[in-house]
């Protein structure tokens, strides 16, 4: 199944970078989110990311409480990913075993797109271990 979602970020909260290194900043920071469209509800991110000029890299997992395609629950997103140029590269599966309330044996994968006039769209594609009613 795919779920898509248009999302907000609601807050951005960096901590002062832990390193800088000729331009070079290694950082973490908390980013909340709004989701709305085939997954409805937040998300909350915390990552670790290398900064420069030319881009970004970063891990991070991202606590999602939501309603996905009719059925309500929480999961974990793993994100791996680089930016530049600000286009998103990346993977970001769903953590095996994090579903949990209807969302429970979630299995599958997401997708970040910015378009071009800023708005964020989130792509899931996703397996239930059971249907939903």
């Not at 509800?41 to 009719?70: K, N, P």
């Not at 793993?78 to 599966?93: F, I, K, R, V, Y």
């Not at 044996?105 to 271990?129: C, M, P, Q, V």
Request: net charge negative; hydrophobic share 35%.
């Amino acid at each position: 199944m795919r779920a898509l979602a248009i999302f907000t970020v609601d807050s951005v909260e960096p901590d002062p970078p832990q390193r800088e290194i000729e331009g070079v900043s290694y950082g973490r920071v908390v980013i909340k989110k709004t989701f709305r469209g085939d997954v409805d509800g937040h998300g909350s991110v915390e990552m670790l990311a290398c900064r420069s000029e030319a881009g970004a890299g970063y891990v991070a997992l991202e606590h999602i409480d939501a309603r996905v395609g009719g059925c309500r629950g929480t999961f974990g997103l793993l994100h791996l990913g680089t930016m530049a140029n600000g286009e998103p590269s990346g993977q970001w599966p769903i953590v095996p075993g994090s579903g949990t309330g209807e969302l429970r044996g979630i299995k599958g994968e997401g997708r970040i797109d910015i378009a071009t006039d800023g708005t964020h769209t989130f792509t899931l594609d996703y397996e239930l271990a059971v249907a939903p009613a």
